[in-house]
């Protein structure tokens, strides 16, 4: 069966005054429906770029290129704007990563609710309201019609990502996409959301892509995970395989970052991945991780491919398989 989405090699390049940057490059992976793919990666990796080009909302001044993005059978490279704007909100919908800037203040939460579905169906305003009320009790807001007079700033944090949430289900997409739904949200509302949204995602039947830099959030929700670093997948494999096998020296470093329950002593010091990103302006020569990388090597001069280690796990690292995952971070 054809995959929901298929991406291969999706690049995004940005002219800049000191040259050409690159912060998405060859990013390739297939989705089908019903799944849920996690990109996890450090602030600055290139995540929220690689949602906004897949969506068709990059900046006007980045390009987008590849040798395959096709959602649904259609060719989203060859796509023109106007084409690409019905899919978007019918067929695609994402949920942007902070609620209060993302809506319009200027609006009430019903106007912003109905609009899609309006232009997108043709439904009449009344259909669509009746829709909005109803997604807005799913996602567990209390006296959903009176909420649709509300503007955003009279809705708590918690409550505005609920309300987009609901806006992202209205046209009953085949596919989300959310770019930290959560990360503003204290942990009590960020396990409330995230339980919905799976339950959710379960009624509807869409695949999602829920991009995060929040490990114990991905551990929650993940079929699939890629780890992404300096513009391009490390890692990529399912959850089960990221967790319990990780490797690639990013991916250990990441997971030594957080605390294991039971086994974490209290007081002792977690792991810390040293160093700062490569700049990626002109490109990344050699493995990008190499000046962070604990166990590098001279062939880490060289980028290497993302190989498959087995069973669909695949890395992007010189290392043999068996000495990757014998690798140890120090404490920080």
């Known amino acids: 069966m054809e995959p929901l989405l298929s991406v291969e090699n999706l690049r995004v390049e940005i002219p800049i005054g000191a040259g050409l940057l690159k912060p998405v490059r060859d990013i390739s992976f297939d989705l089908k429906k019903g799944e849920t793919l996690c990109i996890v990666g450090e602030s600055g990796c290139g995540k929220s770029l690689t949602s906004l080009a897949l969506m068709g909302l990059l900046p006007r001044a980045a390009r987008r290129s590849g040798d395959r993005l096709r959602f649904a059978g259609r060719d989203l490279l060859g796509l023109k704007e106007r084409q690409m704007a019905r899919l978007r909100g019918q067929s695609m919908s994402m949920i942007f990563q902070e609620p209060m800037t993302s809506l319009n203040p200027s609006y009430a939460i019903g106007n912003q609710l109905t609009e899609g579905m309006i232009r997108h169906q043709g439904v009449s305003r009344a259909e669509a309201r009746d829709r909005a009320i109803l997604l807005l009790e799913k996602v567990g807001i209390t006296a959903a019609a009176s909420r649709l007079a509300q503007f955003p700033h009279q809705l708590s944090g918690g409550l505005r990502q609920r309300v987009m949430i ?167």
Request: proline fraction near 6%; glycine fraction near 10%.
């Open 166 to 332: 609901a806006m992202s289900l209205m046209c009953d997409p085949e596919l989300i996409i959310a770019d930290e739904p959560t990360t503003a949200l204290d942990v009590t509302i960020q396990a409330k959301i995230l339980g919905m949204m799976k339950e959710l995602q379960a009624e509807f039947g869409m695949a999602m892509i829920f991009i995060t830099h929040d490990l114990g959030v991905v551990a929650r929700i993940a079929d699939k995970i890629a780890v992404m670093y300096a513009g391009t997948f490390v890692e990529t494999g399912t959850a089960h395989q990221i967790f319990d096998a990780p490797t690639h020296p990013y991916t250990k470093g990441l997971l030594s970052c957080i605390p294991v329950p039971g086994k974490t002593k209290r007081g002792s010091r977690l792991g810390a991945v040293p160093g700062v990103v490569p700049s990626l302006v002109g490109g990344v020569r050699g493995c990008g991780f190499a000046s962070r990388c604990p166990v590098r090597q001279a062939a880490c001069g060289k980028e290497p491919a993302l190989t498959d280690r087995g069973a669909g796990h695949a890395c992007r690292c010189v290392m043999d398989s068996d000495a990757l995952r014998n690798m140890v971070w120090e404490a920080a």
